[in-house]
């Protein structure tokens, strides 16, 4: 049994929401399975939230709401500040969640799925100390305050890290918040309300309703007294929640889905960046939202750029999520797991060059959600494959013929999440980053940034996460004229 379900049914939290400030139990009687995707067995069983549990959740935000909203940016702060302590310190626990619910290796877990989670934290904490929530403007005060009670839903691929991504800046720009974590990946979020509630937490600040998104995240998205809904998910979810939304003309911030791509310039050193673009697109497994799976490179070197991109997938190690040589688990789930095989399957039929993987489980594993992670060659911008998200290891490399058609091609698709270009001459990079229509671009793979803010164009959503733009999102703007005279 892993330990954080242990943890969990010692503790009794299991079966319970976290409400008000204590833990809850559910009002009505529907569960929910928890499925360990490496061995395909229920690991534990969840409380889905009714309308009733969504009802005691949003009047607990919106009590608390006056009085968190008022409190001194320092208070809030020494609050993240705790909350982020205690992340680092229940790390491993958090680890053991993670690739008990979802798959994640252990040692990916480890080294980004929780520190990763742990920063957004610290800047939502730091970006307290000097943000100006009062300037003035000649005789004008502009105020940012709290935008009010605030429902977060967030996804099962990074289950800690877009809660943190979302509850961190809400609480610091003075929101009292209710939070739906996805009901595949829930143990994490469990764990995060034990450490809200050990942090001090006042009640009524950070609530937590598990459920379904019909039931639960319609039910916070459409509710009159939520005033924000935050979701990170598919483009079809994020529509879904914003028409639930909109009969109450509340916000709507949604970060959703990609299909990012990553030009490699005729100038780029083949040897560096291809290994990298193939890490990238195959970081945690493939099931990130801005995970670079279209690979643009020149036609001419499109044989070397292949030998390079099978070299490097076959280094990666699939299999037991708890050893420590492995570099890929499975897939978190088994709807995610056939959607994979389909769009490999997808571009078999379609005429794309198998590269290396394909469909099925690597060799020697008869069981549990593992993909072999697969990359197609001469992919037509037209193919499904080049087109829809697959979120898995599937990565397709596309020829070029001119740097015009590369960013023709990377700007054609109906996402604009992410996006990476390589190359030796800085000018040249920037110049074709500046036309390629995405939220977040990265020049010859750069380290993390948890201040750039994240967000998308077109259909990657709305509105931006992490940094100071990501409190921003949770503010409302006041101009009280005369103030100053």
């Known amino acids: 049994m892993s330990h954080a379900v242990q943890h969990l049914r010692e503790s009794g939290h299991l079966g319970r929401f976290y409400i008000d400030g204590g833990w809850r139990e559910p009002d009505g009687q529907d569960r929910a399975c928890v499925i360990n995707p490496a061995t395909e067995t229920a690991i534990a069983e969840i409380p889905l939230g009714s309308s009733g549990d969504v009802e005691a959740a949003v009047s607990a935000a919106r009590r608390a709401f006056s009085g968190w909203s008022r409190t001194e940016p320092a208070t809030r702060a020494a609050l993240l500040s705790r909350v982020h302590a205690l992340v680092l310190e229940r790390a491993e626990l958090i680890a053991q969640a993670l690739t008990a619910e979802m798959g994640a290796a252990i040692t990916y877990a480890r080294r980004a799925q929780v520190p990763l989670a742990a920063e957004h934290l610290r800047v939502a904490r730091d970006n307290l100390a000097d943000f100006a929530f009062v300037s003035q403007r000649g005789s004008t005060a502009i105020l940012r305050e709290a935008?009010?009670?605030?429902?977060?839903?967030?996804p099962w691929n990074w289950p800690l890290y877009q809660i943190t991504a979302k509850v961190g800046p809400a609480l610091a720009a003075g929101c009292t918040v209710v939070l739906k974590p996805s009901e595949l990946s829930p143990l994490s979020a469990l764990l995060f309300a034990e450490l809200m509630d050990e942090a001090g937490c006042p009640p009524g600040v950070f609530n937590l309703v598990n459920g379904t998104g019909p039931v639960v995240g319609e039910?916070?998205?459409?509710?009159?007294?939520?005033?924000?809904?935050s979701i990170t998910g598919s483009t079809r979810?994020?529509?879904?929640?914003?028409q639930a939304a909109a009969p109450t003309v509340k916000r709507v911030a949604q970060e959703l889905g990609g299909k990012s791509p990553n030009i490699v310039l005729p100038d780029a050193d083949l040897a560096r960046c291809v290994p990298l673009g193939v890490a990238a697109a195959m970081r945690n497994l493939g099931q990130s939202c801005s995970a670079p799976t279209r690979m643009l490179v020149p036609r001419d070197r499109l044989r070397d750029v292949e030998a390079l991109a099978a070299a490097a997938a076959g280094e990666f190690v699939v299999g037991d999520p708890l050893?420590?040589?492995?570099?890929?688990?499975?897939?978190a789930n088994r709807a995610q797991f056939e959607r994979v095989q389909m769009m490999i399957e997808a571009g078999i039929g379609e005429g794309a060059k198998l590269v290396t993987g394909g469909p099925g489980r690597p060799a020697g594993i008869a069981s549990g959600f593992y993909a072999r992670p697969t990359i197609f060659s001469e992919v037509r911008r037209e193919m499904v494959i080049a087109q829809e998200e697959i979120f898995g290891p599937v990565l397709a490399i596309l020829p070029y013929d001119t740097v015009e058609e590369a960013v023709e091609i990377a700007n054609d698709t109906v996402y604009g999440l992410g996006a990476h270009v390589q190359g030796t001459e800085m000018d040249a990079v920037r110049e074709v980053a500046s036309r390629i229509r995405a939220?977040?671009?990265?020049?010859?793979?750069?380290?993390?940034?948890p201040n750039a803010p994240f967000g998308g164009y077109k259909r990657s959503g709305n509105g931006r996460e992490y940094g100071r733009e990501g409190m921003e999102e949770y503010l409302e703007t006041k101009a009280v004229l005369g103030f100053y005279s």
């Open 237 to 242: 979810a994020g529509v879904l929640v914003a």
């Open 323 to 331: 050893l420590e040589a492995t570099t890929h688990g499975p897939i």
């Open 219 to 229: 039910g916070l998205a459409s509710h009159p007294e939520v005033d924000m809904v």
């Open 439 to 449: 939220g977040q671009v990265h020049l010859n793979a750069p380290d993390w940034d």
């Open 147 to 154: 935008i009010g009670v605030c429902s977060l839903i967030t």
